[in-house]
């Protein structure tokens, strides 16, 4: 079984500029300090006995064969980017020490704790700054969220932190 533990954050200056539309014409910058409460990701090996291939726990339940079935948009987009096998079954439950829509990145932090559990449950390594971007283009693009970039930034990885963002790029700068 594979648990990934990812932090919320908390956005003290700078949001909104972390908007591609915005920072790839002016930059930005924002201050964000990950706190002590998790978005929790489980996987494990679905066992051979089940009816279905796929099952994914979160505020609700889904038992699929197929991915054109599943509902959570997060899940169906990060299997879709990874270009998971269809043929490789799991299981994942989600928990969170806040609720969703708590205004502290949970979504995010979901995106980026599923793919790093997704990563090491097929023994792949992958650097923050790997995982924060393809957790942003994931959202962005795939799933076409709404979304701007420091969350995914922040919940790859935690601390405290002042976070640059550039054309087409990032830059991490650890703040005591």
Request: charge should be positive.
């Amino acid at each position: 079984m594979i648990i990934s533990a990812t932090p919320f954050r908390v956005s003290l200056f700078g949001g909104g500029t972390d908007y591609p539309s915005w920072f790839e014409e002016n930059g930005g910058s924002v201050i964000s300090f990950s706190i002590n409460k998790y978005c929790y990701v489980n996987i494990r090996d679905l066992p051979p006995f089940f009816d279905y291939k796929f099952r994914f726990v979160y505020s609700k339940e889904e038992r699929i064969n197929s991915f054109k079935d599943i509902n959570h948009p997060a899940i169906k987009g990060v299997l879709k980017h990874i270009n998971w096998d269809k043929n490789k079954t799991f299981e994942l439950h989600h928990d969170g020490d806040l609720p969703a829509r708590s205004g502290l990145g949970s979504s995010s932090s979901f995106t980026v704790g599923f793919l790093n559990a997704l990563y090491s449950y097929t023994n792949k390594s992958v650097s923050k700054k790997s995982l924060a971007n393809e957790a942003i283009y994931i959202e962005q693009k795939v799933i076409k969220e709404n979304v701007g970039c420091q969350d995914q930034v922040i919940a790859s990885f935690g601390g405290f932190n002042r976070i640059n963002f550039k054309k087409n790029n990032f830059f991490v700068k650890p703040l005591n």
